[in-house]
């Protein structure tokens, strides 16, 4: 079972879509194209004046970040 099956049923871009072809409604044309912030934002207005709601918009991250909270500082003597 892939995580590629659980997303909503919308149009997928980018070459990962391609990879999941089988289960997302990925366009061959789209293979190399990346949705713009304007396309985006075009869409979420539309869907609004539709009187539908935006989907859920928080990143899902695969794995822990790099990035380090310091720790306290060390005494120098």
Sequence with gaps: MSFAADLP???AYGA???LYSDVLRADPGFSNEQPDALYL???AL???AAG???LDST???LRESDAQVPGP???AL
């Design 9 to 11: 049923d919308l149009p």
């Design 16 to 18: 990962g879509a391609g």
């Design 41 to 43: 934002g075009q869409f």
């Design 46 to 48: 539309a869907r609004l």
């Design 52 to 54: 539908g709601q935006l």
């Design 59 to 61: 990143p899902l991250y």
């Design 73 to 75: 500082r060390k005494r």
